[in-house]
């Protein structure tokens, strides 16, 4: 099976622009979760989705949204970049068989680089 | 306080080592993950207890649910095991996918 996919790998924007990243999660994921990570606060959970619902939600800004699609595929939007939303944002994706509760194994994507100029 | 603290934060081995990493956390979990970090950001779940011990290869993971305490051991350590080593919970309140992370420990083996 192919591994998390995440497009693109490197991003450079300006403040104020906005930007969507694409998360695609192992086939059969019905959970997909996004992280930014920064060298000054680490790693940092933005939000979960599963099955199209956003099920968790991370102490992040409302600039800062995410969808998904039916078939689990998975974009997060920032808008008006700041120079501080500059990171490694990740999405994992889970199969959480037992109808989507309890914990299951996160499975990462490779990263997308964004750097706000 | 951070929920999740680890310990040490670097660690500097030869090659062939016995390897301890130590995570605290204050939170109740449903469940305990040890993530490894290369460089270039590519994270790969080690694995996920939330009891007893776990093994896979030279990799053992244990966890005491009482003294809210987990160890990750690498036996026989080698120079490719270098890498961030980070503990994440998932907070026992609700189901899901949310993983609460500490700070990491960067381990270099030397040959």
């Known amino acids: 099976k192919a591994g998390v996919t995440q497009t693109p790998r490197y991003l450079i924007k300006t403040r104020g622009q906005q930007v969507t990243l694409s998360c695609s999660p192992i086939s059969g994921h019905r959970s997909v979760s996004w992280y930014q990570q920064t060298p000054g606060q680490g790693l940092q959970f933005l939000f979960e989705?599963?099955?199209?619902?956003?099920?968790n939600k991370g102490n992040f800004p409302g600039r800062f949204s995410g969808r998904q699609f039916s078939n689990s595929r998975s974009e997060m939007n920032v808008s008006t970049l700041e120079l501080g939303d500059s990171a490694l944002y990740l999405c994992?994706?889970?199969?959480?068989?037992?109808?989507?509760?309890?914990?299951?194994?996160?499975?990462f994507g490779p990263g997308t680089r964004l750097t706000v100029l | 306080k951070n929920e999740v603290e680890q310990s040490p934060q670097n660690l500097t081995a030869q090659e062939g080592e016995f390897i301890t990493i130590n995570c605290s956390y204050s939170?109740?979990?449903?469940?305990l993950h040890w993530l490894q970090q290369h460089p270039g950001g590519g994270i790969v779940s080690l694995f996920m207890?939330?009891?007893g011990k776990k093994k896979h290869g030279r990799l053992i993971a244990t966890i005491n649910i009482q003294e809210k305490h987990s160890s990750l051991h690498i036996t026989a350590s080698h120079p490719r095991d270098s890498a961030v080593y980070i503990c994440a919970v998932n907070s026992g309140e609700t189901s899901g996918s949310r993983l609460t992370f500490g700070e990491g420990t960067q381990l270099t083996v030397n040959p």
């Open positions: 989705y599963f099955s199209e619902t956003q099920r």
């Open positions: 207890l939330s009891s």
């Open positions: 939170v109740g979990i449903s469940a």
């Open positions: 994992a994706s889970s199969l959480f068989l037992a109808g989507g509760y309890g914990s299951d194994t996160q499975y």
